[in-house]
């Protein structure tokens, strides 16, 4: 049966410990016994059973007999040493750490023991490290004659216990202590001596022949894996396609729960109702299941039984309680139709005399109230358990037990007898809710004549029409091919999800995602596909007259239903070599269709993505192995006119090698995915000799980016040389003509290239080295430091520096203990992204951030005398940096930096805005905040204490913002204007004052907006107004050219105001106001109102100098207009009184400079007014005078 991957299957299954050690599993039993002594606690004994494990022996030793095994890795690793001279270093640490555990064993201490069994595996494991960079060398060698058959095996059987020594170190997996890098080399390498041992001087050549299982067989006889059996491949795969389904069990004996465990002899039943048996666990000998079978048929799928895969077992026996005493018994009317299976042959077919009753079994009740548990049976899970009743009394247990199944290792319920035509095309094991080829082809004649047009193509045919063809009969055989593509949200073609999820036997479903897989999943998903689609091609491939064309060095063994090399594998890949030659735009698609079959082949052997890589490498070269590696792990590949070649990758993580040849090499957001949580992140290998090499990475969705670039052999730290280009791209040279590798955004941002690089020594660099490799440096004195318009490193070293940088991409290093820092730097690009990069030992929690009066930022890292100074960082976006890094991947973005820069402590703070959109949080003290405009905010918060804003904003519609909180409310704020039109608010706290400069003098001061808490919020008017009304006391009232209303409230009040449409309000008992009112305007219209009881002929006017005095004949009430008499902008341009009665400028000089006059003007007008009243022309002498019209407006109109 064809598996896919583990690892990709995306929520499909649980990640579990073999995910790691894969194929060394593969051995079964012994294994398994290997691992249990791992648990418990004897590595060593562990490392060297999994060792002989593989090789074939029979681990039996203990105590110095288990150093003398260990020890011969000495041997092993003293006859590579002559090969890989830097492999000495650690066969020596091994040596050392077999001394140590040998003393350790001779001391009987147990803790010494374990600490040198444990010292003795990393050191082996920094060893097996080392022996994976020449593993192409091993399989090289191994391919060659001289080293086939038992020869062969002693080199191995020693390299094996180096193996087993980092597997036992993994098995272990609480303790922590290897690197996913340390397992993945046991990993690796594992399955190389895995699949070393097992094709040394076995393979078999199908050369001249097509549709055989092996040498001198005919199409006819190839009968092809068991139909609809699933193939041989579950033991191999455990846990792919695993899944837990409830039945309701009984345990008859009294002897307790016993379930058999999931297995490659496990029964066969349908779980799902879906017309296909899983391979399940099952119960074992006393237990029955409980069902529901009124007819005393057969039992055939779990509907009749009780639960199911979703729903708990006791829940649907629930709904036969008619009474709902949670009971049942005879007095529900089902209880008749219960029945107990007892499979007492245990192959999940109700044979006959299986069934019982449950008289007939003596149970009388079975109780529903079930105790929730958390248990596990032979794999198998238990979550509830109650008892039921026997008619003795007794009570015996019944469980809700959800058995492990395989979605995949299934039958069809339903067999089909295959016809003649179908036997003898190309067969394919069924799996999941698929039928095998053969008799998915017998039931659908489609499906049948794309199998006989693909067997029937010629040599001539182009690889990509047989690539088609492929996917053609994988869409029909799965009955999608009417399937819209884009049904499933887009991410992944629909089409190839359905075949996935048919093989599994289950559909995808994600909590986040749903049914239609995200960006992340679909990455999964597609490797799952590309890992199936490549098994089926070149089963169909090998089965059919293409095999001598396509892939004459691979055969189909229909017998074990696996794809394998017609000799060893090294010579296959070799012979391939030699057929089509080096990788070139004319045959990529030749060697595409070869290496799927090879990914075939590879895959059936259990071997991993990188040494097949290996393998690859060691009988072609490395552009093919690079090519090789891009195919399996579904990378794309295109090569232009020039040859250059580019490799691109998913939203996975995948592993890139370069080669020569090999120019581009592109990941794709390869990070983590927090929804997903799966392990891994882009890796590029690179060795001596690759090249030019182009590496593009963007992975800005991982909270924590880690692609790495991994050295190979030959090259180490020292030899690494860097620089940065005007686009922010790091270039990278290890020393060796021709070499070179191009990060492409590398200095841009953290998620832009790498973030690790690893050398074959262990030494590992950071983002922060790399970057520092390319720096242009002062000294620890003070340096003066100018940069150009290319993107360059900057790093002081400390003392009192000034850099100024030319922007395109600059980085500037700070490290702990620097001393001054100050950056001018101004870049004109219109995404200007230069960076302050802080080195170990400042974290984003020591960082403290203010701006200063000239507009800059400083930072300071809590080290006394460290000062960073960023010019003009606050006044336009394109000066200072517009990131901050930190050592451990923490990144302050602009905004984020200037939002620290515009909040201050609890202390006193002066605060420097932008002409940018700000948030401005004093914290409190007395703090002083200049804004530049743009939509600022400014927090207050009761208890802050003082605040004084000082804001201008130019703009034709400014809105800036006062945002006060909790607790002040909009009558808790108290509101004026000081004499130099400063708006001053106070909240009823002791201490609280927030006062807004000039806010009552210009439009463009202050804030236009006043939000509280609970939604009220004030404009500028209202503030105002707010400001122009005194209180009963002596009050000092100001205003600017905005035109309010003014009302001292009586007192000894003073107003100042600027005109622009001014009233001042006074009523009689006021007492004395003050009037300094000076209007620019060219007609100004400023008004004094004079509240009733106020009449015109109670006012007497006067002057005093250039000031109006008027008095209303109210003992104190005065009023004075300040120097009405100098100018016409002076004072009021009107008086209005209560009844309408009007006095303009000129009337109110002419009162006061004639005032006998104006009294006979005020009579004589009166005379003449009065005329204005007269008798009707009819009346008697008891006709009523009435009024003319209007006659108050024409007494006013007359009495002047």
């Not at 520092?772 to 290319?790: H, I, M, P, R």
Request: aromatic share 8%; charged share 15%; hydrophobic share 40%.
């Amino acid at each position: 049966m064809l598996t896919p991957n583990s690892r990709r299957v995306a929520k499909m299954q649980t990640y579990s410990f073999s995910d790691y050690l894969g194929p060394l599993f593969d051995t079964g039993a012994s294994m398994a016994g290997a691992m249990e002594t791992a648990a418990g606690g004897d590595v060593a004994g562990t490392a060297v059973a999994i060792g002989l494990t593989i090789v074939g022996a029979q681990p039996a030793l203990t105590g110095n007999g288990l150093v003398g095994a260990i020890g011969s890795i000495v041997g092993a690793g003293d006859s590579i040493t002559t090969a890989v001279g830097g492999l000495q270093d650690e066969i020596d640490a091994v040596s050392s750490s077999l001394t140590n555990y040998q003393d350790a064993l001779a001391s009987g201490d147990q803790g010494s023991i374990s600490a040198g069994g444990l010292a003795v595996v990393e050191a082996v494991a920094n060893a097996v490290n080392t022996l994976g960079s020449v593993i192409s060398g091993v399989a090289g060698a191994m391919a060659s004659a001289d080293m086939v058959g038992s020869a062969a095996m002693a080199p191995v059987a020693s390299l094996g216990l180096a193996i087993s020594a980092v597997a036992g170190l993994l098995a272990m997996t609480a303790s922590n202590l290897v690197t996913d890098a340390v397992k993945s080399a046991a990993n690796d390498i594992s399955n190389l001596l895995n699949d070393i041992s097992s094709q040394s001087g076995t393979g078999s050549s199908t050369s001249g022949s097509w549709g055989s299982g092996k040498t001198g067989e005919s199409s006819s006889t190839s009968k092809g894996p068991e139909s609809g059996a699933g193939g041989g491949a579950m033991g191999k795969y455990p846990d792919d396609g695993l899944d837990f389904t409830s039945p309701l069990v009984l345990d008859l004996t009294g002897s307790g729960l016993n379930l058999t465990p999931l297995n490659t002899s496990s029964p066969y039943f349908d779980l799902a109702n879906d017309g296909f048996a899983r391979q399940t666990g099952w119960i074992g000998a006393g237990m029955g299941l409980l069902c529901f079978d009124p007819n005393d048929q057969e039992i055939t799928n779990i509907t009749q039984l009780f639960g199911n895969e979703k729903t708990d077992g006791f829940d649907i026996l629930s709904k036969l309680d008619t009474n709902h005493d949670m009971v049942i018994d005879a007095s529900d009317p089902e209880f008749a139709s219960l029945r107990v299976w007892v499979d007492a042959n245990g192959n999940g077919t109700t044979n006959s005399g299986e069934l019982y009753t449950l008289s007939q079994l003596g149970i009388v009740s079975i109780n529903l109230n079930a105790a929730a548990v958390s248990e596990t049976v032979a794999g198998n899970k238990i979550s509830s358990i109650s008892t039921y009743t026997m008619s003795d009394g007794t009570t015996r247990e019944i469980a809700d037990a959800w058995f492990a199944n395989s979605t995949m290792n299934t039958k069809p319920l339903t067999p089909v007898a295959i016809s003649e035509t179908a036997a003898n095309l190309p067969q394919i094991a069924g799996a999941g809710t698929l039928r095998d080829l053969r008799s998915a082809m017998t039931l659908d004649h489609s499906l049948q004549s794309l199998v006989q047009n693909f067997v029937t193509q010629t040599a001539g045919t182009s690889p990509a029409a047989i690539e088609s063809a492929g996917q053609a009969i994988l869409f029909q055989w799965a009955g999608i091919t009417s399937v819209d593509p884009n049904s499933r949200g887009g991410a992944i073609d629909a089409r190839q999800l359905s075949f996935v999820e048919q093989y599994l036997g289950r559909p995808f479903y994600s909590t986040g995602d749903g049914v239609n897989p995200g960006i992340r999943a679909s990455a999964y998903l597609q490797q799952c596909w590309n890992d199936l689609y490549d098994a089926t091609l070149a089963r169909l491939i090998l089965q059919s007259p293409l095999a001598a064309s396509v892939a004459p060095e691979f055969y189909y063994d229909s017998s074990t239903d696996t794809v394998r090399a017609s000799a060893t594998f090294a010579p296959a890949l070799a012979a391939a070599f030699e057929r089509l030659g080096t990788i070139s735009s004319t045959n990529l698609a030749s060697w595409d269709l070869l290496l799927r079959v090879a990914d075939a082949a590879r895959f059936d052997m259990g071997m991993s993505d990188s040494v097949f890589e290996k393998y690859v490498a060691a009988a072609t070269n490395d552009t093919i192995a690079s090519v090789a590696n891009a195919i399996t792990s579904g990378l794309q590949i295109s090569i232009d006119a020039s040859g250059r070649m580019q490799e691109t990758g998913s939203t996975i993580y995948h592993d890139y090698y370069a080669a020569p040849g090999v120019s581009v090499l592109i990941g794709q957001r390869a990070g983590n995915d927090p929804s997903v949580q799966l392990p891994g992140h882009d890796v590029f290998h690179y060795s001596a000799g690759d090249g030019v090499v182009e590496i593009r990475e963007s992975d800005p969705n991982s909270s924590v980016p880690a692609n790495t670039l991994s050295f190979g052999l030959r090259i180490d730290p020292s030899s690494i040389k860097a620089k940065v280009l005007s686009n922010g791209d790091i270039v990278l040279t290890d020393g060796v003509a021709g070499d070179q590798i191009t990060v492409v955004g590398g200095l841009r941002d953290d998620g832009r290239g790498l973030q690790i690089v690893r050398f074959n020594d262990g030494t590992t660099w950071g983002r922060f080295q790399l970057i520092e490799l390319a720096a242009v440096c002062g000294t620890t004195v003070n340096d003066t430091l100018y940069g150009t318009a290319a993107a360059e490193v900057f790093d002081g070293k400390g003392g009192n520096d000034y850099v100024q940088g030319g922007g395109g991409g600059d980085t500037f290093m700070f490290n702990a203990g620097y001393g001054k820092l100050e950056i001018s730097e101004s870049d004109s690009s219109k995404t200007p992204y230069n960076v302050l990069a802080f080195g170990p030992g400042i974290s984003a929690s020591s960082v403290s951030v203010r701006t200063n009066a000239n507009g800059g930022i400083v930072l300071t890292d809590g080290i006394a005398g460290d000062q960073i100074t960023l010019d003009s960082a606050m006044l336009f976006y394109n000066m200072g940096v517009q990131a901050v890094r930190f050592a451990d991947n923490t990144v302050w973005t602009q905004q984020q930096l200037l939002r620290m820069a515009t909040t201050g402590t609890a202390a006193d703070d002066k605060i420097y805005g932008t002409s940018n959109a700000e948030v401005f949080d004093g914290k409190g003290g007395n703090d002083y905040v200049q804004g530049g405009g743009g939509g600022d905010t400014f927090i207050f918060n009761a208890g802050y204490g003082k605040l004084e804003i000082a804001e201008t904003d130019s703009s034709k519609t400014p809105h800036n913002v006062l945002q006060l909180g909790t607790g002040l409310s909009a009558s808790s704020i108290a509101v004026r204007v000081t004499e130099n039109f400063n708006i001053v608010l106070t909240d009823g706290v002791a201490g609280d004052q927030i006062t807004l400069d000039w806010e009552a003098s210009s439009l463009a001061s202050g804030v236009q907006e006043v939000q509280f808490a609970d939604g009220t919020t004030w404009d500028r008017q209202q503030m105002l107004q707010m400001a122009a009304t005194g209180t009963t006391g002596n009050d000092k009232l100001y205003a600017a050219s905005i035109g309010v209303v003014f009302d001292g409230k009586g007192g000894n009040d003073y107003i100042q105001s600027q005109g622009g449409g001014d009233t001042f309000i006074f009523n009689a008992g006021y007492g004395k106001l003050e009037i300094l009112e000076f209007d620019s305007s060219k007609s100004p219209l400023n008004v004094l109102k004079l509240g009733a009881g106020i009449d015109a002929s109670s006012l007497t006017v006067r002057t005093s100098g250039n000031n109006l005095i008027l008095t209303d004949g109210i003992a104190g009430d005065q009023i004075t207009l300040d120097s009405f008499k100098t100018a016409n902008s002076y004072g009021v341009q009107e008086v209005q009184f209560a009844d309408g009665t009007n006095f303009n400028r000129d009337q109110l000089l002419d009162m006061a400079n004639r005032p006998v006059m104006f009294a006979e003007r005020q009579i004589n007008n009166l005379i003449a007014g009065m005329a204005s009243y007269g008798v009707e022309p009819a009346a008697s002498s008891q006709t009523l005078v009435v009024a003319q019209p209007q006659p108050q407006v024409t007494l006013s109109a007359n009495l002047y």
